[in-house]
C-alpha cells in the first residue's frame, strides 16, 4: 500500500518539475520560489480540440504529396499530441514543431491509433521515419539524432506515399 502511495507521489513530482523550473534548493520550498511557471498541466484524460490545419507538401519521386496537419507547436499541444482520437483520414496528420533543433523523442501513451512517425530535419529534409507505432506503447521512438520536426500520420500511409530518407517536406517550419 505504501510503495503505491510513493510511486503515486513520485510520479505527480515528476509531472510538476516539468511545468515548473525551480532553482536549487527543496522542490517543495525552503530555498525559494519558482522562478518561471511554463504552463498548467493539460488534460490528458481526453483528446485536445482541432489544432490549426495547414498543408505540408512532401516531395517524393513520384511527386507531391500533401498532409493536411494540425499544427502542434506549443508545449502542452505537443504533450497531448494525438491522444485518444480514434479516426484520422489518410491524408491527414500532426506536425509537431520544436523551437530548437535536438534528438527527439515520442511515445504513445493514450494514442489510439497506430502512427508512423517521420522525423524532419531544420532544412525540411526527412532524416527518419519510425513504422507502425504501437497503441498504448512506452517505448521510446526515437529521430535518432537532431530534428526541427516529427509528423505523425496514420500507419502505412508513409508506405502507401512512398516517403523516403532524403524526401524534400516544404512547410513554414522548415524557411
Known amino acids: 500500500m505504501f510503495k503505491k502511495i510513493f ?11 516539468a511545468f515548473v523550473v525551480v532553482p536549487s534548493g527543496s522542490l517543495w520550498g525552503g530555498a525559494g520560489k519558482a522562478k518561471e ?10 483528446p ?5 490545419v495547414e498543408a ?12 493536411q496537419a494540425e499544427i502542434a507547436d506549443s508545449k502542452n499541444d505537443q504533450i497531448i499530441g494525438l491522444m485518444h482520437r480514434k479516426t484520422m483520414a489518410d ?3 500532426m506536425l509537431f514543431v520544436y523551437e530548437q533543433v535536438q534528438d527527439i523523442t515520442m511515445w504513445m501513451q493514450n494514442t489510439i491509433l497506430p502512427l508512423d512517425m517521420v522525423f524532419i530535419s531544420k532544412n525540411g529534409k526527412i532524416s527518419h ?24 500520420i496514420k500507419a502505412g500511409i508513409a508506405d502507401k ?3 523516403k530518407v532524403g524526401d524534400k517536406v516544404n512547410h513554414a517550419a522548415f524557411h
Not at 516531395?59 to 500533401?66: A, Q
Open 7 to 17: 510511486i503515486i507521489l513520485a510520479l505527480l513530482a515528476a509531472a510538476y518539475s
Open 37 to 46: 511557471h511554463v504552463g498548467t498541466m493539460p488534460d490528458r484524460t481526453k
Open 48 to 52: 485536445q480540440k482541432k489544432l490549426r
Open 56 to 67: 505540408v507538401i512532401i516531395k517524393t519521386k513520384d511527386g507531391p504529396v500533401i498532409i
Open 91 to 93: 491524408e491527414e496528420g
Open 129 to 152: 521515419i519510425a513504422y507502425s507505432a504501437q497503441p498504448f506503447s512506452l517505448d521510446i521512438i526515437s529521430s535518432n539524432g537532431p530534428a526541427k520536426a516529427v509528423l505523425e
Open 161 to 163: 506515399l512512398k516517403l
